[in-house]
C-alpha cells in the first residue's frame, strides 16, 4: 500500500481556559492535521501536536522536518493489516520526533481502521483547577461520571488534603477518585498526604515523588495505590522494570512515540494486571476520537480513560464526540476545513 499523497494543514486554537505545564502557559493550542491518501483513494488524518512545557520537541522544529517526513512517508510500501500494531513502523519511522510518529501512526490507523463510530469507551471527568473542584465533582457525578481525576501538589499540602476530603465527603459513595501529583512532592511529603487522606475511594496516585527511585518506598509505606506516568516516556515497556504494586499506567501516545508503542505498553500492563489508561495532550478531537477507538480494539472500553480534555478547546477542528452518562461514543466524523491553514510541503 503505496501514499500517493501526503498533506499537512497547521489549526491555532482559542482555549477556552488556559493550560499551564510546567512553567509553560498555553493560551491556544497548536498543531499540524496529517492527511494521507493511497492508491484506492482512501484518506487517513493524524494529528501532530506538541504541548509545550511538555514535549521536548516544538511545532517550528517539525515544520522545518515535513518535507523528509513527506519523502519517507510516499516512499515506503506499507504493508500494515492491523493498524494498532504496525509491525513497519518501528523500522520506518525509526528517528523521528515522538509527536510526528504519533501523528503518522494515526493517520496509517485511521486510513486502515473500520468504521467505529457505533462504538464507545467509559471516560474519566478531569476536575481543572480554575473553579471550585468540589462542585465541579458534584457536576461530574450527576452527569454520570463514576470516575473523576483531580490535580494535587500544587498548593500547600494541607489545602489538597482539604479539597479531597471535601469532594470524597460528596462523592465516595458513587465516584473513584484518581489524584494525580505530577511528581510535586518529596518521599516524605507524599507519605505525609496520604497518612492524611486515607485510601477510601481512591483508585490511585499518579507520579506522587519526584525521584523515580523512591516509588518502591512510596508503595510499601504509602497504602495509596500508585500509577506511573511521566516515568514511561519515551521508553519502550522492557526498558523498565515496573515495582510491583502499581496499579495503573497512564499512556500518552504522543510522549510515547506513537501508537505502536503504546500498543506494546497496553498488553505489558494486561500481562501483570496493571490497568492501562489512554490519555490525550489537550490535543484536538481528531487525536481524542482515535485514542478512544484504539481503546475499543484494545480492550479498554470499560476502564474509565484520560479524554476529557476537549472541553479545554473554545473551538475544534473535528467533529466532538458525545459523551452520556460518562461514556464517549466516537461517532462520525467530519473536519471543520476553515480552521485549517495548508503548508506546502
Known amino acids: 500500500m503505496k501514499m500517493t ?119 474519566c471527568g478531569l476536575v481543572t483547577a480554575d473553579t471550585d473542584a468540589c462542585e465541579q465533582a458534584r457536576r461530574l ?31 465516595a459513595d458513587r465516584m473513584q477518585l484518581r489524584l494525580d501529583a505530577n511528581r510535586a512532592w518529596t518521599l516524605d511529603e507524599a507519605l505525609r498526604f496520604c497518612r492524611q487522606v486515607g485510601p477510601e475511594a481512591i483508585e490511585y496516585i499518579e507520579e506522587p515523588v519526584a525521584d523515580p527511585a523512591d516509588h518502591k518506598a512510596f508503595i510499601r509505606e504509602a497504602g495509596m495505590p500508585m500509577a506511573l506516568d511521566e516515568t514511561l516516556t519515551g521508553i519502550e515497556p522492557s526498558e523498565l522494570a515496573i515495582p510491583d504494586g502499581v496499579a495503573a499506567v497512564i499512556l ?34 481528531l487525536a481524542v476520537r482515535t485514542y478512544a477507538a484504539m481503546a475499543v480494539r484494545m480492550g479498554l472500553t470499560d476502564i474509565a480513560q484520560g479524554l476529557d480534555t476537549l472541553k479545554f478547546l473554545r473551538e475544534d477542528v473535528a467533529s466532538a464526540p458525545v459523551v452520556r452518562n460518562g461514556r464517549m461514543s466516537i461517532g462520525p466524523f467530519r473536519v471543520r476545513h476553515e480552521l485549517l491553514e495548508e503548508i506546502i510541503v
Open 252 to 285: 500518552k501516545p504522543s510522549t510515547l512515540g506513537g501508537l505502536s508503542r503504546t500498543t506494546r505498553w497496553i498488553d505489558a500492563a494486561g500481562k501483570r494486571g496493571i490497568r492501562a489508561v489512554l490519555s490525550s495532550c489537550f490535543e484536538t478531537a
Open 141 to 171: 457525578s450527576a452527569a454520570g461520571y463514576t470516575t473523576v481525576k483531580i490535580k494535587v501538589g500544587r498548593t500547600d499540602l494541607d489545602r489538597d488534603t482539604d479539597t479531597i476530603g471535601r469532594i470524597r465527603g460528596e462523592v
Open 5 to 123: 499523497a501526503c498533506r499537512f494543514h497547521r489549526y491555532r486554537l482559542p482555549l477556552a481556559r488556559p493550560i499551564v505545564v510546567g512553567n509553560v502557559t498555553s493560551t491556544h493550542r497548536e498543531g499540524l492535521i496529517i492527511t494521507l491518501q493511497n492508491a484506492s483513494g482512501r484518506i487517513g488524518c493524524g494529528e501532530i501536536a506538541p504541548l509545550p512545557g511538555l514535549h521536548a520537541e516544538n511545532l517550528d522544529d517539525i515544520i522545518v522536518q515535513l518535507s523528509a517526513v513527506k519523502d519517507r512517508v510516499t516512499t515506503i510500501d506499507w504493508s500494515i493489516n492491523e493498524p494498532t500494531q504496525p509491525s513497519q513502523c518501528d523500522e520506518a519511522l525509526q528517528g523521528l520526533m515522538p509527536s510526528v510518529r504519533c501523528g503518522l501512526e494515526m493517520a496509517l490507523m485511521n486510513l486502515s481502521a473500520n468504521d467505529m463510530s457505533n462504538a464507545d469507551i467509559a471516560i
